[in-house]
Nanobody, 126 residues
Framework: QVQLVESGGGLVQAGGSLRLGCAAS????????MGWFRQAPGKEREFVAG???????VYIDSVKGRFPISRDNAKNTVYLQMNSLKPEDTAVYYC????????????????????WGQGTQVTVSS
């Protein structure tokens, strides 16, 4: 069983920055693929960024160059640094884990992730 706890959401003006963190329980963190997803009102949940155990990182095009993802295996934590925020980034952001996987490239499919955090609200005002 893995528990994920997100932190760092909030309200920010366009152009500002926020850093999301996701602390994971369990002993297999370094073997997990970790992903960030988001869901805006009235929209489906979408993949934002993911980092595999290999260190390979994948982003959706709309956040490339703005939202670097990183992981600290010693702290069982994955981060999403969100820079140059735009109103269209407003959503609930979820951390997800695909546990103890040999994936070389992180999956972008939500159904491949077994564990999810509770979500943290990010609101970007114009």
């Amino acid at each position: 069983q893995v528990q994920l706890v997100e932190s760092g959401g909030g309200l920010v003006q366009a152009g500002g920055s926020l850093r999301l963190g996701c602390a994971a329980s369990g002993r297999t963190f370094s073997s997990n693929t970790m992903g960030w997803f988001r869901q805006a009102p009235g929209k489906e949940r979408e993949f934002v960024a993911g980092i595999a155990r290999s260190g390979i990182i994948v982003y959706i095009d709309s956040v490339k160059g703005r939202f670097p993802i990183s992981r600290d295996n010693a702290k069982n934590t994955v981060y999403l640094q969100m820079n140059s925020l735009k109103p269209e980034d407003t959503a609930v952001y979820y951390c997800a884990a695909k546990v103890d996987t040999s994936d070389y490239i992180p999956s972008q499919q939500a159904e491949h992730y077994s564990y999810w955090g509770q979500g943290t609200q990010v609101t970007v005002s114009s």
